[in-house]
């Protein structure tokens, strides 16, 4: 009995793991595909939310969309960040990710209806989720030691509460709804960020920012861009197949195509500094930059559909061109939190006020309105901007130090 007893204790320590305790050295790890599931199953909410987006370009469409993004988001983010801090990859892991997943797919059922007949159904199985995410959090803060104990608490409080604010918010009237829970996602938001600033030591390894999150942030940003893709997808197989038609498509995809690599090439796959404000900056930046990538996917729809109109429809113009300029604006707000940008600060700085000038002016495309071609072709040019910037700085200091003494 005791040798059985001691093999099924080393079988449960291999599988069923008890959560890594906050102050741990981060992991040295790469993404498993554990976690790419799990931002699949995200992503497949996004995709709704784009969808029902494409349908409902209108203030009130794109307003619900914000939202619905948000709480989604704030999930994600809640549940990754559960994972990089405490997870691992054995049977209490995976059960873990999967309990997120099975609320999670049912929300994604209610979403294009959130708003409207399905709203009290969405805002019940939200507060599920955020309350599996307080109990995976409370579960994890067991361990804590008592530097600790407080900001757990508070996180955990603050988890919880937005879970029992979004059950109580299904009796609201379905007009006020909706914008409860656009101020509930921002009074979370407001108070991780203060939590962070305040609660923390003035140490904590849980601020760091390891590569295997930056490299997380990435691949969710790579699989929102596919929305890019489905969106001139979507348009194309519903038009007739024409010369104009698909020159619109393939150039929508070019404007998407330009997205990543403005991110990329400035932003992504890099660590922000060690300073707790820009740890903040670095994380939360990264939901308007994602939400302006999968509303520009949904307005690809209304390009494609509508090539061979003289001006392209004003609410197609403007998410457009205007995802395209907070996509401009939100990378140079992250490139500020980057250990790079004072490393190579001739780069940043003129780079910087470059992308706020381009950001400019495809929102004056967006207003301006032209045939949809000719919108999508500006938008490739001005995107390709900031990149001539970079490639002609990086020229000209590969020159100045080949060049002798």
Do not use: K
């Not at 490139?335 to 006020?353: D, F, I, K, Q």
């Amino acid at each position: 009995m005791t040798a059985r007893h001691e093999q099924w204790a080393r079988l449960r320590s291999r599988l069923w793991q008890p959560p890594r305790p906050h102050g741990e050295p981060p992991r040295e790890r790469v993404v498993g595909p554990l976690e790419l599931f799990y931002d699949l199953v995200v992503v497949v909410l996004v995709a709704q939310a784009a969808h029902h987006l494409a349908g409902q370009l209108t203030w009130r469409g794109l307003g619900e969309f914000a939202v619905v993004f948000a709480l989604v988001w704030i999930a994600w983010f809640n549940g990754s960040l559960h994972h990089e801090l405490h997870g691992y990859e054995d049977a209490r892991g995976r059960s873990m990710f999967l309990l997120q997943i099975l609320v999670l797919v049912p929300l994604g059922a209610f979403i294009p209806e959130a708003g409207g007949a399905r709203g009290v159904a969405f805002a019940v199985d939200a507060g599920v989720l955020f309350a599996v995410l307080a109990v995976l959090w409370l579960l994890a803060s067991r361990g804590d030691s008592p530097e600790f104990r407080r900001p757990s608490r508070l996180f955990v409080m603050g988890t919880a509460v937005c879970a029992v604010v979004l059950v109580v918010s299904a009796v609201l009237p379905a007009g006020v709804r909706m914008p409860a829970w656009g101020l509930l996602g921002g009074a979370y938001l407001a108070g991780f960020v203060v939590m962070l600033g305040t609660a923390f030591p003035a140490q904590a390894v849980a601020l760091s920012v390891t590569d295997a999150l930056t490299e997380r942030f990435g691949l969710f940003i790579i699989i929102v861009l596919g929305e890019t893709v489905t969106g001139v997808v979507d348009g194309l197989a519903h038009e007739s197949t024409n010369a104009l038609t698909l020159a619109v498509g393939l150039v929508a995809v070019v404007v998407g195509f330009g997205a990543w690599w403005t991110y990329f090439d400035f932003a992504g796959h890099r660590r922000p500094r060690p300073a707790r404000a820009s740890t903040v900056q670095w994380m939360l930046v990264h939901l308007p930059l994602t939400a302006a990538i999968a509303a520009m996917g949904a307005a690809m729809v209304g390009l494609v559909e509508h090539a061979h109109d003289s001006r392209t429809p004003a609410a197609t113009a403007w998410v457009l061109c205007g995802g395209a300029a907070v996509v401009l604006c939100t990378t140079t707000v992250l490139a500020t939190s980057l250990r790079v940008s004072r490393l190579e600060g001739g780069l940043y700085r003129p780079l910087a006020r470059t992308c706020v000038a381009v950001a400019a002016v495809c929102v004056g495309v967006g207003a301006v309105r032209p045939a949809p071609l000719v919108l999508g072709l500006a938008l490739v040019v001005l995107l390709g901007v900031p990149w001539v910037l970079a490639v002609a700085y990086r020229f000209a200091h590969e020159e100045e130090s080949a060049a002798p003494p």
